[in-house]
């Protein structure tokens, strides 16, 4: 090695001994980087600590959803039995849907949620002058319940209700489904709901399968529990509540119902029911049994005017159940609007959910009013139009009888100066008055009730026609001049105050024309009628129309409407008949011709002058005794 290369060694060890005495921490800075690094290690010890804790934590949760699982288990086995496995899952919608509705199924119970009708609306207020619409729903209140009871012994409730299960869908497609509940011992309860085109009919049938040794022996019922919350879905709830209840049919019997207007409960025990029916005012929801349920409890609660639904209907059904490993029962679901035609066609007098009224005045409605309706309604669009039409067939028809009424009032008009007369000459004694007027009438043949008896003859027709009009759905939401609804009121000034006597916060303008033609017809019709001997009955025909105003005014449109027409008609007629084809010189001949007659004994004007004889002596007596009394 020379001398060079060792001088230069030198210097570099030289140069490392002066770099790392420079750049050797000192005692602050080896001190704070032993707190950093203990800091590091502490940070790092902390998490590990917390990785134990979270997988201790995790298995101690996992271990209690395991026992809450478990006790959930065991609870629902307690509560459900055999039908444990379908007490839980998860809400599934399934729609089926033809031409008319649209049907939501629930598989929570396997039941509709939801009807949607598409060809009807319900109005829900106005908007720039034009009514508000939105879809029309039928069993779509979440209160609803449709559900049956499965009687199982050892259980705390006594069974299972359907309602509670969730059915599994084995079969859907746009027209059809079926859901199955199933029980554990491979047995099913299964409900198969089906639907075509142009119907509101539903095909709706139920199977028990296996389910005999799960079911107790006891029970040779199951029962269908169902309750329904109607909805308001007129404009007039006043009359769609009065117009909507539970109706029912047993086999061989007249429909019936429950109470419109009160709470009412029907028990049709040791009956054979066909049908239920829950009927709005223009819809209907309709249970109806291939054979017969095996009786049924029907219930009706009335609701407050302001709650959200318009009433409860509660109906307990018994379907029949055998016992059978292998058992089914059809039935058939309506849901849809009273359309008469379609009721009709289903068959045992489902129809009669229709509130056209009973008796004559129902059969008159049926099977008269309406198909003469139907028949102007097939070429004629307005139903104002129609009403008129329909107005002059049946003034035309009881023109007989008016015109019997006009003729007797006209021979009341021809003795009306000798009346006068009488009257003149007995002015001091009322009771002889009285019976001097009945012996005028039966010297010349004069009834005078024969005016009243064509008006009477005619009121089953003017009943019937008060329950046609707000129950015929063809009138629902048909306008007409100033009427927007013929099946509810018009209104024609909204008032910002309510009128008393349940009037309504507005002015019915059919009412008000009506009340005002009548009181015209009024006038005209007893001018010449002699009313002295019951001045009562003169005020009363003017009073009458005033009062009317408050119930017409509320209500449908469609019978104010016939009722000014038929006042029009009526004012017409009269004046024709008496001026152009009634002649009163030939009335004066004929009751001349009369007087001359010998006349027979007995009669009602005969029984009549009697009994005023009889009562003249009474009065004759009564004032002798009074006499008497003074003198003493």
């Known amino acids: 090695m020379d001398r060079n290369t060792i ?4 210097l570099i060890f030289i140069l490392l001994l002066a770099w790392q005495q420079v750049m050797q921490p000192s005692e602050e800075e080896i001190q704070e980087q032993q707190q950093r690094q203990d800091s590091i290690e502490a940070v790092q010890q902390r998490q590990d600590n917390l990785e134990e804790i979270e997988e201790d934590t995790t298995s101690g949760l996992a271990l209690v959803e395991t026992e809450a699982d478990t006790l959930k288990l065991l609870r629902q086995q307690a509560a459900f039995g055999p039908f444990s496995g379908a007490a839980s899952g998860t809400d599934q919608d399934v729609i089926l849907e033809n031409d008319l509705f649209k049907l939501t199924f629930s598989n929570k119970g396997g039941r509709i949620k939801d009807a949607l009708l598409k060809n009807y609306f319900r109005i829900v207020g106005k908007e720039k002058g034009k009514d508000v619409k939105v879809p029309l729903s039928l069993l779509e209140d979440e209160k609803n319940k449709f559900e049956y009871f499965f009687p199982i012994a050892n259980l705390p409730t006594g069974g299972v209700s359907s309602g509670d299960l969730y059915f599994e869908v084995v079969k859907a497609d746009k027209q059809s489904v079926t859901f199955r509940a199933l029980a554990d ?27 005999n040794t799960l079911i107790s022996q006891n029970s040779d019922e199951i029962r269908l529990n169902w309750v329904n919350y109607l909805g308001k879905l007129e404009k007039n709830t006043t009359y769609e509540r009065r117009y909507s209840s539970v109706y029912f049919k047993p086999v061989d019997e007249d429909p019936d119902y429950c109470s419109c207007t009160s709470d009412d409960r029907e028990e049709v025990a040791g009956k054979r029911v066909k ?3 829950n009927a709005n005012q223009f819809f209907n929801s309709s249970l109806v ?3 017969a349920f095996d009786g049924a409890t029907l219930e009706t609660k009335m609701l407050p005017e302001d709650a959200e639904d318009l009433k409860l209907l509660v109906s307990e059904i018994n379907v029949p159940y055998k016992h059978e490993a292998s058992e089914a029962f059809a039935m058939e679901f309506y849901v849809g609007p009273n359309e008469f035609d379609r009721l009709n066609a289903l068959g045992n007098d489902l129809e009669d959910v229709i509130p056209f009224g009973w008796s ?12 003469l309706f139907n028949f102007l309604s097939s070429f004629i669009g307005s139903k104002g139009i129609v009403i008129l039409f329909l107005t002059l067939i049946v003034k035309l028809l009881l023109y007989p009888l008016t015109y019997r009424m006009l003729y007797s009032q006209s021979k009341m008009g021809a003795l009306k100066p000798r009346l006068e007369g009488m009257k003149e000459k007995f002015k001091e004694d009322p009771q002889a008055q009285q019976m001097e007027t009945m012996k005028l009438y039966r010297e010349f043949g004069v009834n005078p009730l024969g005016g009243c008896m064509p008006m009477v003859l005619q009121m089953p027709i003017w009943f019937a026609l008060y329950r046609f009009f707000p129950a015929s759905i063809e009138f629902r939401q048909a306008g007409f001049l100033w009427a927007d609804d013929l099946s509810s009121y018009d209104v024609f000034v909204n008032l910002p105050f309510e009128l008393p006597f349940h009037m309504g916060a507005h002015i019915s303008l059919f009412t008000v024309l009506w009340a005002v033609t009548t009181l015209i017809y009024t006038y005209y019709n007893t001018r010449h009628m002699d009313m002295s001997a019951n001045p009562a009955m003169k005020y009363m025909q003017y009073i009458m129309p005033v009062m ?12 104010t409407c016939y009722l000014l027409f038929s006042n029009l008609f009526n004012i017409t007629q009269t004046i024709v008949t008496k001026n152009y ?3 009163n010189e030939k009335i004066e001949k004929e009751l001349e011709a009369y007087r001359k007659k010998p006349k027979k004994k007995g009669g009602f004007q005969q029984r009549l002058e009697t009994a005023l004889k009889e009562q003249q002596r009474v009065q004759g007596q009564k004032e002798t005794q009074q006499q008497k009394k003074r003198k003493k």
């Open 360 to 371: 004559i005045f129902g059969t008159i409605n049926r099977w008269v009013i309406r198909p």
């Open 185 to 211: 011992n491979g047995g099913y309860f299964e409900q198969e709901y089906k639907i075509v085109d142009g119907t509101y009919n539903i095909e709706y049938d139920i199977k028990f399968e296996n389910l």
């Open 7 to 10: 001088i230069g060694l030198t």
């Open 581 to 583: 084809i009634i002649d």
């Open 275 to 277: 049908w239920v029916s």
């Open 548 to 559: 009317f105003l408050g119930f017409f005014n509320t209500f449908a449109s469609g019978l």
């Open 289 to 291: 049994a291939e054979d």
